[in-house]
């Protein structure tokens, strides 16, 4: 093989991407769609970015004037009471002794009634379609 085949192999094949390329829409060239009012895009769905308080009190995230109680800023900081140390040791000694890296909600929950945890009050949060589970009989 000489070298002019092989410059010549590639030059054609550049050329037959050129062609390919302009056959294809530039999109770029177009307003994002995103920026676009619902009337300008011609859009007739119901309108998602819309606010809606979805709130069923496990929310995660935390906005303006939503603050953590004291003990879970300093659990995430690094400080455990002695309850959450407990259960932080029940845990592991449960990982432990199964040899299971990452138990089961099913198995944490487990530990937990074998820690002596027992539902005494009814739940505060807001869980739809959700059966609450009967109350423990306190002695």
């Not at 302009?22 to 994002?32: H, Q």
């Not at 920026?35 to 309108?47: C, F, I, V, W």
């Not at 407990?86 to 990982?95: D, P, V």
């Amino acid at each position: 093989m000489d070298g002019k085949s092989i410059k010549g192999d590639k030059q054609s094949q550049s050329e037959e991407q050129d062609d390919l390329r302009s056959d294809l829409p530039d999109r770029r060239a177009r307003a994002d769609r995103r920026q676009l009012t619902a009337e300008e895009s011609g859009y007739t769905g119901p309108d998602r970015r819309a606010p809606i308080d979805r709130r069923s009190g496990l929310e995660r995230r935390r906005g303006p004037g939503h603050r953590l109680p004291e003990e879970r800023r300093s659990a995430e900081e690094g400080e455990m009471n002695i309850a959450q140390f407990e259960f932080i040791m029940a845990i592991e000694a449960y990982k432990k002794a199964n040899k299971r890296m990452y138990p089961t909600w099913t198995e944490i929950l487990e530990v937990i009634q074998q820690l002596g945890y027992r539902k005494v009050e009814p739940r505060q949060i807001n869980l739809d379609n959700v059966p609450e589970a009967p109350l423990a009989r306190v002695a």
